[in-house]
């Protein structure tokens, strides 16, 4: 006994020196930093995080401490914050987890911490009923709280990365939840800041932890080629080397790999393999500029000597350095032919440059005595502002909103000019109706088209860096519904969205009136049990889409709908042929497929911390939608839809990455138990070139695969080229990669990809 109490005491001295060593080396970075030294707020911060965590520890099995540490560490020596995010970071889960309350934290440290520490506070479950999506609602409350003080969203970013860096110790389904979630929203917000380092790395985390098999192969595939590359930059710097030099300027260059999880992004989007991604390797050229002023001259000076070495690509120049990013990134870009037939791009870029591009708005992030932004934040500002407008706008539906910021995050853009010549910076693949909005949501409204280079365009055409636009109007023009499918930008989006509401309200209004007036010459009162009835004998799922169908004279009410308020099954046999029919009635998917009374529904003690198998004796049971088609093999999970339903996904579907970003706690751990005795269907595109006995070629090396059938096969030949694709009977993902590894080693075959 007395052994176990010293055991004991051993170990919480050893748990207290870890801790005091993590707070120390916090410290010590931070006074090597060039921030104002306050010392003994920071350790304050510590004592009263340290106080109130204690005897909490994490899933890993660490004191719970470790983690406001660590997020603190993320903070300074990551993005380069000061004392009052340090501080933050160290309280940032005090008011979520323990009984104190942000007044608390506002009388010890005062209103600009707890402010911060507020808007990192989770809100807590209830609030928005059952089915709206908490996870949308605290990412809402944090973007509300950012568009206050920036810091929050930044050591929000710090928090995830941490999380992320220490996944391993959570069950599956919360890996799943937090790196879907991380790729959905926190790197694409990374990315908008300018934290391109930590970008990459969350981006990578998710990667790891959803595709694990994929991950490991492309990080071996990177090693196994480093030679390669390390051979090639060698060869390619030197005589740039030998040209900086003679130059006289200070300079290192670095050899940028691409990460894993662009890689693979890479490989699906292009439908390509490994070894024929060509832009592994980007060199960066950091220079010191001799005189600050002139930075901008010095990286065209070092663009003209390289063009004397290395031939450049007339197509692939970007000039980040006179049109900055809305992030604050600045380069030059320039492709240039290697020696060895490759073309490599080169970054150019000065030492200041440089820390912005991995820092983000942290490298230069500076307040005013009265916490305002200074001048360098201009651009971030307006990012903010049209993230003020999509919160000002009330989104009834969790993942609209989640999908209206996330329009917003993506940083790739292009300038576009009024007809006054004043530069718009828009997002790429905005239309001229954009445009519109970005101005002004009337011009946007009343828009009928544009003209662009001083041509007449439709308002869906798609706008290009460089193009002048002027909108045209007509006041006898309104919002239509279809300009939601054309626009792109999250603020032309949520207007629209917002004007159309505002019409089905007073649509709907109408429809409520001609009901209700309905209801009274026939002796009845207007009540949700009354609407419900209504509601399922015209197959509506709300009361709203009811009331708008009345109030569009879509809906006539009749004596059947008198026969069903009162409950009287007359004539109920003129209408039963309505629901086979299916452009007849408001919801097409009435008809209950056989199978469905065999679903596994989800009971209360249902513990979803645990794996589900998915085998032959209960495929059944499961509903595996359209949008991704999962066969054996491929990584999947579960997700308990609105009637306990288990859905089978993708892990890498684009559906499932909004559920895990909104409903993440639906998510469930899914895994294949199945023994080759079921058939499945997939298809393989091939291309290459055509000859004498190719056809018998493709199908001897699928037929000489057991258990495999073709199913159809398609093969088209046009000038020494073929195309096709043949459609498979498999039972797994393993017989697909296998097909296409024996279709790769046919004499002439070029191309080969699996579809859905």
């Not at 009901?515 to 002796?523: A, G, I, V």
């Not at 299916?582 to 065999?598: C, I, M, Q, S, Y």
Request: proline share 3%; glycine share 6%.
């Amino acid at each position: 006994m007395m052994m176990d109490e010293q055991q004991k005491n051993e170990h919480t001295i050893d748990e207290e020196q870890m801790v005091n060593s993590a707070f120390q080396h916090l410290l010590d970075t931070y006074l090597a930093s060039r921030h104002r030294k306050k010392v003994d707020l920071i350790t304050k911060a510590f004592n009263f995080a340290k106080q109130a965590h204690k005897g909490v520890k994490r899933l890993s099995g660490e004191p719970y401490i470790m983690h406001p540490i660590a997020v603190a560490q993320i903070a300074c020596e990551e993005m380069g914050l000061g004392s009052t995010s340090i501080c933050s970071a160290l309280l940032h889960d005090v008011v979520e987890d323990t009984d104190y309350t942000v007044e608390d934290i506002e009388n010890i440290f005062g209103p600009k911490i707890a402010q911060i520490v507020n808007g990192l506070t989770k809100i807590s479950g209830g609030l928005f009923g059952d089915w709206s999506s908490a996870q949308a609602e605290n990412f809402k409350k944090l973007l509300l709280t950012m568009s206050d003080d920036i810091r929050v969203i930044l050591i929000k970013i710090c928090d995830r990365l941490h999380n992320m860096r220490t996944l391993q110790s959570q069950p599956a389904n919360k890996q799943y939840k937090i790196a879907g979630e991380t790729l959905y929203i926190y790197a694409p917000l990374a990315n908008r800041l300018g934290l391109n380092k930590i970008k990459t790395e969350l981006e990578d985390l998710s990667f790891k932890y959803e595709h694990p098999e994929e991950y490991a192969a492309i990080e071996k595939k990177l090693s196994l080629t480093q030679v390669q590359r390390d051979a090639l930059f060698a060869q390619f710097t030197a005589p740039i080397r030998e040209t900086l030099d003679k130059m006289g300027i200070a300079y290192q260059i670095k050899a940028r790999v691409k990460s894993p999880y662009s890689i693979w992004n890479k490989m699906q989007t292009k439908h390509i393999t490994f070894d024929e991604i060509y832009d592994i390797l980007a060199v960066r050229i950091i220079f010191t500029p001799k005189k600050r002023e002139e930075e901008i001259n010095e990286c065209f000076q070092i663009y003209v000597a390289m063009n004397k070495i290395y031939k450049s690509h007339p197509d692939r120049l970007r000039d980040w350095l006179n049109h900055p990013k809305a992030n604050g990134y600045q380069a030059l870009h320039v492709t240039l032919m290697s020696k060895q037939g490759r073309w490599i791009e080169v970054q150019i870029r000065s030492d200041r440059m440089d820390e912005v591009a991995e820092q983000g708005f942290a490298a230069h992030w500076k307040y005013k005595a009265g916490g305002e932004y200074t001048e360098d934040e201009k651009e971030l500002n307006n990012w903010l502002r049209t993230i003020k407008e999509i919160l000002d706008d009330p989104q009834p539906d969790a993942m609209d909103f989640l999908d209206a910021i996330k329009l917003n995050l993506f940083a790739s853009e292009i300038f576009v000019f009024t007809p006054k010549g004043e530069i718009k910076t828009m997002p790429a693949g905005c239309t001229a109706l954009d445009f519109a909005f970005q101005i002004h949501t009337v011009l946007g409204s009343h828009c009928i088209g544009a003209k662009v280079n001083h041509k007449l365009v439709p308002m869906s055409h798609k706008l290009q860096s460089g193009d002048q636009v002027e909108i045209l109007t007509s006041m006898s023009q309104h919002v239509q519904p279809a300009w939601i499918h054309f626009v792109s930008t999250a603020k032309a989006k949520g207007k629209i969205l917002a004007i159309l509401r505002r019409n089905d309200r007073e649509i709907q209004k109408k429809g409520e009136d001609i009901l209700t007036q309905w209801l009274k010459e026939n002796n009845l009162e207007l009540t949700a049990s009354v609407l419900d009835k209504l509601c399922e004998t015209h197959g509506m799922q709300t009361h709203e889409a009811l009331l708008q169908s009345i109030g569009e004279k879509n809906i006539t009410l009749g004596d059947k709908d008198l026969d069903d308020l009162h409950g009287k099954k007359k004539n109920s046999n003129n209408f039963a042929w309505r629901k086979y029919v299916p452009f007849l009635g408001n919801d097409k998917k009435r008809e209950v497929p056989p199978e469905a009374e065999n679903r596994i529904v989800v009971g209360e003690n249902f513990n979803r911390k645990k794996p589900i198998f998915i085998s032959e004796d209960n495929i059944n049971g499961y509903i595996f939608p359209s949008c991704c088609h999962p066969i054996p093999g491929d990584d999947v999970l579960g997700y308990i839809d609105t009637k306990q339903r288990i859905e089978i996904h993708k892990r890498s579907c684009p559906v499932a990455a909004r559920l895990k970003s909104s409903f993440g706690n639906r998510i469930l751990d899914a895994k294949w138990n199945m023994h080759k005795q079921l058939y499945f269907d997939a298809t393989i595109r091939i291309r290459g070139i055509d000859r004498k006995g190719m056809l018998k070629d493709i199908s001897g090396a699928i037929t000489d695969r057991f258990n495999v059938d073709i199913k159809k096969l398609v093969f088209e030949g046009h000038e020494g080229i073929f195309d096709g694709s043949v459609e498979l009977r498999i039972h797994d993902r393993e017989d697909v990669k296998r097909i296409m590894e024996d279709l790769k080693n046919i004499d002439g075959m070029k191309e080969i990809q699996q579809i859905v």
